[in-house]
């Protein structure tokens, strides 16, 4: 055996790694721009302070207050309300989906999205010992349903990812499809990620709504991108309250840190003037995609905080180009396309002056 004794399927492998360079203008991992508010951050320290008080015990590894806080503000943007029993936590949405993939997926069983998708996804698979099955989206990203469906009926898998937003794309999923993918899936668990879930633009319906169909479904939330709290890691689920129980199984004793619970619940009695900030930057992708397009470039459909946008022979000289001008995004996605966060206004105009004189560059 060589040393680290590492399982042999992860021999080789980098780990996940945005790079973290450090330039001026840093639009490349979906962040919110603005930190939170003189009060917010006063209101965090206080229950930070007061949750410290008593760090020689465990923390309440139910965060009742916290499991009831985040239902609240989720009934807020559903027609139906959600309980706190419907609602479970974790560190980050990535862990509760790792959760989710320990809980039902497994050897034996697979799990399967469609690409271009969240490049996390087949690494939770993986180290929840699961095949991973991947399907493709169209052209504009959106899914064919009766494709979808056909590969869910052929392969049945335990546990089906769909990002709505989709990220790297930004492609929101409409309620109906969502219905027909849970149908299919019969026992099979259906996550909707919503990571990007308030930067939907109106009109776009959150798959909450659907909560009350369809037992298998589970929908995926978290305070890293709207609430502009990335550095907590807080994420949460809302799906039947069998579902809530099950992970109970294969969380870590105490897997959340009264820290991280005081900090959250902090944060959430914020949630109005954060959501304000949402709306500005909504406005800003708006205003990005259709400054994007007037480029000559093609940009897709965006219900989230970034803009998919492209294409071009060599998006690497592109990426790197805005780099030497201070300006960091993302080179993910089709080959020839790339993806910028929404930053604030200052850094978007940032933005546009480096791709413009890049562009000029590289003509
Ligand atoms: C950013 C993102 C998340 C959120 O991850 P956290 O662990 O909550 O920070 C989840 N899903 C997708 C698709 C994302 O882009």
Redesign the pocket.
């Known amino acids: 055996m060589t040393f680290p004794p590492l399982r042999e399927e992860l021999r080789g492998i980098e780990p996940y790694g945005a790079p973290q360079l450090d330039v001026p203008v840093q639009l490349n991992?979906?962040e919110n721009p603005y930190p939170p508010s003189a009060e917010c951050v006063a209101d965090i320290a206080e229950a930070v302070a007061d949750a410290a008080t008593s760090l020689n015990r465990y923390p309440d590894r139910e965060f009742g207050e916290l499991r009831a806080a985040l239902a609240t503000y989720l009934s807020s943007d559903t027609t139906q309300p959600v309980t706190p029993e419907q609602v479970w936590a974790a560190?980050?949405?990535?862990?509760?989906?790792l959760q989710l993939l320990q809980a039902f997926g497994g050897p034996g069983r697979c799990a399967l999205s469609f690409a271009p998708?969240?490049s996390?996804y087949p690494e939770y698979a993986r180290d929840a010992m699961t095949e991973w099955v991947v399907g493709h989206r169209e052209t504009d990203f959106s899914l064919d349903i009766g494709a979808a469906r056909e590969l869910i009926l052929e392969r049945r898998p335990a546990v089906v990812l769909l990002?709505s937003p989709?990220?790297p794309t930004g492609t929101a999923l409409p309620p109906a499809s969502v219905s027909k993918l849970c149908e299919a899936a019969g026992d099979g668990i259906v996550v909707v990620?919503e990571?990007?879930g308030e930067f939907r633009r109106p009109g776009v319906p959150s798959a909450l709504d659907l909560l009350s169909e369809h037992r298998n479904l589970v929908v995926?939330r978290?305070?890293?991108?709207a609430f502009a709290l990335?550095g907590a890691?807080?994420?949460y689920l809302a799906a039947d309250p069998a579902i809530c129980d099950a992970i109970r199984v294969v969380r870590l004793p105490y897997h959340l840190s009264a820290v991280t619970q005081a900090t959250a619940l902090a944060a959430l009695q914020h949630a109005p003037a954060l959501l304000a900030r949402v709306a500005d930057l909504r406005a800003e992708r708006d205003e990005t995609v259709t400054w994007l397009r007037a480029q000559g470039l093609e940009v897709a459909e965006s219900d989230a905080n970034f803009a998919l946008f492209g294409t071009f022979a060599d998006r690497h000289a592109i990426w790197q180009g805005l780099v030497d001008r201070g300006v960091l995004i993302r080179e993910t996605g089709p080959d020839g396309w790339l993806r910028v966060s929404i930053g604030t206004a200052v850094e978007m105009t940032a933005f546009k002056d480096a791709l413009v004189d890049v562009m000029k560059e590289q003509a």
Do not use: C, F, I, Q
């Open positions: 991992v979906n560190n980050g949405s990535n862990e509760v989906m998708t969240y996390m990002p989709n990220n990620d990571a990007y995926s978290t305070m890293s991108k990335a890691r807080l994420g």
